[in-house]
T-cell receptor
Framework: DSGVTQTPKHLITATGQRVTLRCSPRSGDLSVYWYQQSLDQGLQFLIQYYNGEERAKGNILERFSAQQFPDLHSELNLSSLELGDSALYFC????????????FGPGTRLTVT | GIQVEQSPPDLILQEGANSTLRCNFSDSVNNLQWFHQNPWGQLINLFYIPSGTKQNGRLSATTVATERYSLLYISSSQTTDSGVYFCAAPGNAGNMLTFGGGTRLMVKP
C-alpha cells in the first residue's frame, strides 16, 4: 500500500459526459501528479500541483482540468468524454518538489462507451 | 524533453532464471525510479536510484548516471514477478516523470 488513495476504482460512462476522479496523497506530501496510461500512448504525465497551486502541465487536453484543495486532496475533471479517453488514470504524490520519490495510487480505470 | 527507452520489450523466463532489464535515458537525471505494474494494474515502487546500486531481496538496481543508463536485475525469478517493469525519470523542467515503454515479463512455472 503506497498510502495514496484514489476513487473510484472503476468508472463506466458514455461519450459526452463529465466525470471527476479523486486522489488523496500520502500524509504530509504536498505534491500531487496525475498520469494517464492508455494502450496507444503509454504512461503520460498530465499535470502537477504543489500545495494548492499548479506547478507543471504535460499532455493534458483542454477538456481536462484539475485542482488541489486546502486539505491537499486533488480532483481531475474530464469533460466531453470521447472513446479515446478510456484509460487508467493514476495519481501520485511526493514529499519534495524537485527530487522526491513519487508514490502511485491504485488508479481509476475509466471506460467511455 | 527527456527520452527514456527500455529493453527488451518482452521477456519470457522459466521460474528460477535470472534476468537483466535495461533503461537508457537521453539526458542527465537527478532521479530515476523503477516500478512493477502487476496484473491488476497497480504501480509498485521498486527502487528510487539516481545513481549507484541498491538491493532489495532478489531484486537489485544499478544506475550509471554519467553513461545515462540503469539496470534492473531479477534473480531466481518467480511467477509473481510477472508483469510490466517501467523505469521513469524526470525532465529538466520539474519532477514530472517520463516513463519508458516498459518490459513485459512473463515467468513460467
Amino acid at each position: 500500500d503506497s498510502g495514496v488513495t484514489q476513487t473510484p476504482k472503476h468508472l463506466i460512462t458514455a461519450t459526452g459526459q463529465r466525470v471527476t476522479l479523486r486522489c488523496s496523497p500520502r500524509s504530509g506530501d504536498l505534491s500531487v501528479y496525475w498520469y494517464q496510461q492508455s494502450l496507444d500512448q503509454g504512461l503520460q504525465f498530465l499535470i502537477q500541483y504543489y500545495n494548492g497551486e499548479e506547478r507543471a502541465k504535460g499532455n493534458i487536453l483542454e477538456r481536462f482540468s484539475a485542482q488541489q484543495f486546502p486539505d491537499l486532496h486533488s480532483e481531475l475533471n474530464l469533460s466531453s468524454l470521447e472513446l479515446g479517453d478510456s484509460a487508467l488514470y493514476f495519481c501520485a504524490s511526493s514529499a519534495q518538489g524537485a527530487m522526491g520519490e513519487q508514490y502511485f495510487g491504485p488508479g481509476t480505470r475509466l471506460t467511455v462507451t | 524533453g527527456i527520452q527514456v527507452e527500455q529493453s527488451p520489450p518482452d521477456l519470457i523466463l522459466q521460474e528460477g532464471a535470472n534476468s537483466t532489464l535495461r533503461c537508457n535515458f537521453s539526458d542527465s537525471v537527478n532521479n530515476l525510479q523503477w516500478f512493477h505494474q502487476n496484473p491488476w494494474g497497480q504501480l509498485i515502487n521498486l527502487f528510487y536510484i539516481p545513481s549507484g546500486t541498491k538491493q532489495n531481496g532478489r531484486l537489485s538496481a544499478t544506475t550509471v548516471a554519467t553513461e545515462r543508463y540503469s539496470l534492473l536485475y531479477i534473480s531466481s525469478s518467480q511467477t509473481t514477478d510477472s508483469g510490466v517493469y517501467f523505469c521513469a525519470a524526470p525532465g529538466n523542467a520539474g519532477n514530472m516523470l517520463t516513463f519508458g515503454g516498459g518490459t513485459r515479463l512473463m515467468v513460467k512455472p
